[in-house]
């Protein structure tokens, strides 16, 4: 099991700038795809951002051109920096490790682990 903690998160004017970051322990951590995903109230959690062992990315459509996320494998860290904030952007933001590869990057099913949350707050 790998143990994730977020930290990072606050309140932000739209078109601020927040980084979060995760940091990982328990299992070796260079091996697994690592994501952010992202629940606003009365809402369903959505993939923000995923990155593979190697360093490949995705995106959601929601986020593209806006957000980067990265790793530092030696450093057990998942970053996501996130630019041009939006009021629609204010959610609970997670970060999770995919520990399965049987469907979709985007189910929640695929990721065993999970850290308890770090609020991001878009406002004037």
């Known amino acids: 099991q790998v143990r994730l903690v977020e930290s990072g998160g606050g309140l932000v004017q739209p078109g601020g700038s927040l980084r979060l970051s995760c940091r990982g322990s328990g299992r070796i951590f260079s091996g697994y795809d690592m994501a952010w995903f992202r629940q606003a109230p009365g809402k369903e959690r959505e993939l923000v951002a995923y990155i593979e062992g190697g360093g490949h990315t995705f995106y959601g459509d929601a986020v593209k051109g806006r957000f980067t996320i990265s790793r530092d494998n030696s450093k057990r860290t998942v970053d996501l920096q996130m630019d041009g904030l939006k009021f629609e952007d204010t959610a609970l933001y997670f970060c999770?490790?995919?520990?399965?590869?049987?469907?979709?990057?985007?189910?929640?099913?695929?990721?065993?682990?999970w850290g308890q949350g770090t609020q991001v707050t878009v406002s004037s």
């Open positions: 999770a490790c995919r520990t399965l590869h049987t469907g979709s990057r985007y189910s929640l099913d695929e990721y065993g682990d």
